[in-house]
């Protein structure tokens, strides 16, 4: 089984500001992925990142980056310029163990942008 | 490509009811997987089939149970509906099964079921 722990519940910034959301993860497979998504007040999870385990790189998507750390175990995110369509509640979710348990989402970050 | 799709969209039932909900995954998709999202225990997950197969299930009584058809749409029923049981019901579609190594999951609008 994994475990995640999304320490930030809520975070507000002013629109165009850069934001990095926090993500701790633990799992004993050497082996596992990570992903984040984000929920809109529409209710739907939408795709963002995927990271492996086994990546030897982080990478930039766009406005999105992402630092894995594996000495951490940390999975952080960042938003770059951020815009109010960005407001949303942020999941990070590890998948290990052959996928047993299932995706297991932390309690979320709610991303508060304003204009 | 279509996403997703739920339905239907929004339930309201009462205590002891039974109720199926149905999800039809992305278009050569033969992963399926459910979860549940209440605001207490947050996104749980419930089971996955693979080819018509339960492949995992979560910490979830014998009252919620599922199919998968041979086209791949799921379905999932919860018998003797208890208050608890109120929460979104998200279905998530795989080309692959979950832990396969390519595996990212696509999630449907969700079902969200209000138990009276």
Known sequence: AQKVTQAQTEISVVEK???TLDCVYET????YYLFWYKQPPSGELVFLIRRNSFDE???????YSWN???STSSFNFTITASQVVDSAVY???PLSGGGADGLTFGKGTHLIIQP | KAGVTQTPRYLIKTRGQQVTLSCSPISGHRSVSWYQQTPGQGLQ???EYFSETQRNKGNFPGRFSGRQFSNSRSEMNVSTLELGDSALYLCAS???PQGSGTDTQYFGPG????VL
């Open chain 2, 111 to 114: 079902t969200r079921l209000t």
């Open chain 2, 45 to 47: 997950f419930l089971f």
């Open chain 1, 91 to 93: 999941f990070c979710a």
């Open chain 1, 17 to 19: 500001e850069d934001v």
């Open chain 1, 28 to 31: 004993r497979d050497t082996t």
């Open chain 1, 68 to 70: 894995f750390q594996k």
């Open chain 2, 94 to 96: 795989s080309t692959s």
């Open chain 1, 57 to 63: 790189q982080n990478e930039i998507s766009g406005r």
